[in-house]
């Protein structure tokens, strides 16, 4: 038979329970609606001509942004040969080489070069790059995300590497086997799934950036044939669509908006992936 007292702790856990579900939706609920928003706004000017042509010019209608989504995916390919290894290594040294005061330094550093505002690294980019080589270049924008992913994949990577059970060294090194054979053949592929997810991760982090992109990549109305040329980025062009007093281009704004969406969502739906399956294993 229950008490007065059972009886109010079984209300108080219920009350609570509700007000944390109630919390869940009221942080969620936002970020549904402006998803279906999107989709409503988007899904109409969706089509297989915005996927496969150019833009069209202002006032006329129809066309596409079929160069400024293969340069978003460019961008975010030379944002990963540039980014990831120097993130990567720097992530090893931290967690297998590494003193206890030059890792704090550097751990500092990076938790303070993540939150930079994603503008700074434009202007970086822009004093870094475009400045020297003459005018604004898909170069240029890879390098700018390539600054902000570094940080990212750098941390991800230690904490991953430090999860690898130390046994695993010692019975490695208990054989003879030389430090850097240990480092690459047995800590590298045992967290490799996990560097993997934090390199997706960063890179869903830049997919989206605008403000890098302008003071460096500029954006573009046709193909892009180098990485010394201006090049078209989803975020950009639905900067300019979304300024534009042409209506047809403000509707292809909402549909870039809903590919980036897209991009973004299929990226972190492979993190999760990656991530569930790691935590079978």
């Keep these: 038979m229950l008490t007065r007292y059972d009886k109010y702790r079984k209300l108080k856990s219920g009350f609570m329970s509700a007000l944390a579900v109630f919390c869940a939706i009221l942080v969620v609920l936002p970020l549904i609606l402006v998803f279906f928003y999107l989709l409503k706004m988007?899904?109409?000017s969706l089509s297989w001509d915005f996927i496969t042509?150019?833009?069209?010019?202002?006032?006329?209608?129809g066309g596409g942004m079929a160069?400024?989504?293969?340069?978003?995916l460019e961008l975010m390919g030379l944002a990963l040969v540039m980014g990831v290894p120097i993130g990567?290594?720097?992530g090893i040294y931290l967690a297998e080489y590494g003193g206890g005061k030059t890792n704090a330094w550097i751990r500092f550093g990076a938790d303070v070069l993540n939150g930079v505002p994603s503008i700074v690294w434009g202007m970086v980019g822009y004093i870094l790059a475009v400045v020297p080589m003459g005018g604004f270049s898909a170069f240029s924008g890879g390098l700018a995300l390539a600054f902000i992913m570094v940080p990212l994949?750098?941390?991800t990577t230690e904490e991953v590497l430090v999860l690898v059970p130390s046994g695993y060294r010692e019975a490695a090194s208990a054989l003879g086997i030389p430090r850097w054979k240990i480092t690459y053949h047995i800590v590298l592929r045992t967290a490799f799934k996990g560097i993997v997810t934090g390199v997706l991760l960063a890179l869903g982090r830049v997919?989206?950036?605008t403000a890098p992109i302008l003071f460096t990549a500029l954006g573009s109305n046709?193909?892009?044939?180098?990485?010394?040329e201006p090049i078209a980025a989803l975020p950009i062009q639905i900067y300019y669509?979304?300024?534009?007093?042409?209506p047809d281009q403000n509707n292809q704004a909402w549909a870039g908006a809903l590919v980036l969406i897209i991009l973004v969502f299929l990226l972190s739906a492979t993190v999760r992936f990656l991530t569930s399956r790691r935590s079978k294993i």
Excluded: C
């Design 42 to 44: 988007g899904v109409s």
């Design 53 to 61: 042509q150019l833009p069209k010019p202002a006032g006329e209608e």
């Design 67 to 72: 160069n400024a989504i293969v340069g978003t």
């Design 88 to 90: 990567l290594l720097g």
């Design 153 to 155: 994949v750098l941390r």
């Design 207 to 209: 997919a989206g950036e």
């Design 222 to 228: 046709v193909w892009n044939n180098s990485i010394k």
């Design 241 to 246: 669509y979304a300024l534009s007093s042409f």
